[in-house]
């Protein structure tokens, strides 16, 4: 894997993301235009629109009115430039952003909107009906939380982990989300609440799962050359992989974890030159309890089967040594799928610039993104990991 | 829905035809590829038969689905394997058994089973069923069951 950025480097210069929730009383477009407008608004020493040379367009288009790269021109304004939608299922996010970076590097672009957005809410039947009924039934039935939750039965079945340790992941990133002012569900709830609450899909009960959330969120991203011009203060975007892996390849990793998402944090690592345990803070993919319990595995912060041990350690609480979903994660800040990576990218760069109020860390450099999607008919899984340092 | 993938992957689905990979040994089922999904080389693939049981690897209990469906429902994946794999020695082909080849990867829908009797590493049998149907039309394929009072 080369870890050869040709020389220029990507920084985020500004970001901004709208509260996510049940937004009824907003469009799609409505949403895009807030969020892109805060991300011009969070700029040091300010930006024109006329700026922006090119943009990035992630959205799964649930609601089935952002199809092209034309949404995010009427959304915004920007027409005459090139745009492209991302869709990389639910690492749509990120991979967009990943796409704006690269061009960004390869001297193509100097300064690139990221914009990510979904209308969840919008569509009647919900995601596990439109996707039993449809692409993934034919897939021989398998719904998102059985995508994930075929992870927890094998996990707790190889490694002793506990419905409570999975359960904590819960509790901790609604603790986060209580604190978090742009989260969906503000409250807290303990263990018993997770474990009693009613069976989704077994393993997995409600608490385990993310809500259905409508969000946007916007990014900057700006060659190191120009970053200077538009702030002191830009993060660096130092490493970034994707990675895509399948379930039915055969290897006894892909039942206990996400290969994918060790390929690409992999990636990541190498061009940041840095390892797992030089990471700070991290907004991981917690879509489901799971999810970020064996992500842990996977991105190294332990050894495979160590996920339980770790949260039960406090290492991944906000206050302990690598603090991971200080936003309250997709679990308590909610998952609008093409906003959802955009949106950890957003919390990393305040993290790192100290700017995170209630859920500041203290004082991190390094800072990583991790977005995982289903994919093929939930066959496989499509991750990807960015890394961004604080220099 | 889509009707002609169930067309395409019909013959394969209804007799449990799969491929083996001359490279690395990968089984492919129901598909069939030119280049190997594991390996990614343009291997030569020969014609397999799998057996008509399998081994739980992992599984969940889906109990919030549209009506159209029973609850709870079982879902797993499985691995099942090859019939007679090399020159039929014997039929006992455990994962492990360097002659026996290796098992499919499958997900598999349980059908006419206890939730509770679901475990990883219990054997399921195949059976023939009809999965959903299209406007009237049948589509069938293999389920999985744990036959009764064979529950371990
Ligand atoms: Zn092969």
Redesign the interface.
Known sequence: MSSDTSGREACVIGSGMIDFGELFDQSTDDMAERAYLNALDDVDHGISPSEIDAAWFGTLNIADDASSGASLAHATGLFEIPVTRVENACATGSTAFRSAVESVRAGETDVALVLGVEKMRDSAAGL??GA????V???????M??FF??????HM?EFDTTEEQVAKVSVKNHENGAKYPHAHYRFECSVEDVVES???????NLYDCCPVTDGAAALLVASEDVASEYTDDPIHVAGSGLSTD?????D?EA?VGFPATTQAAGQAYAQADISASEVDVAEVHDCFTITELVTYEDLGFCEKGEGGTLIDEGVVELDGETPVNPSGGLLAKGHPIGASGVAQVVEIYEQLRGEAGAVQVERPEVGLQHNIGIGRN??GSVSCVNVLERR | MYEPPFWRDRDRNERLAATECSSCGYVSFPERREVCKRCGERGEFSETTLEERGIVQSYVVQNRLPEAFETPLPLAVLDVPQVDANDGEGTGSEAGDENAGEPARVYGLFTETDPEAMEIGMEAEAVFRETFDIEGLPVHSFKFTVPRGESR
Request: glycine share 10%; aromatic share 6%.
């Open positions: 596990i009906e039993a009924l449809d692409q039934w034919r897939g021989r039935g398998v719904t939380p059985a939750g075929m992870r927890a039965t094998r079945h009613p069976t989704v899909t077994y393993p997995l399948s379930l039915l390849r055969g006894d039942l939930a066959t």
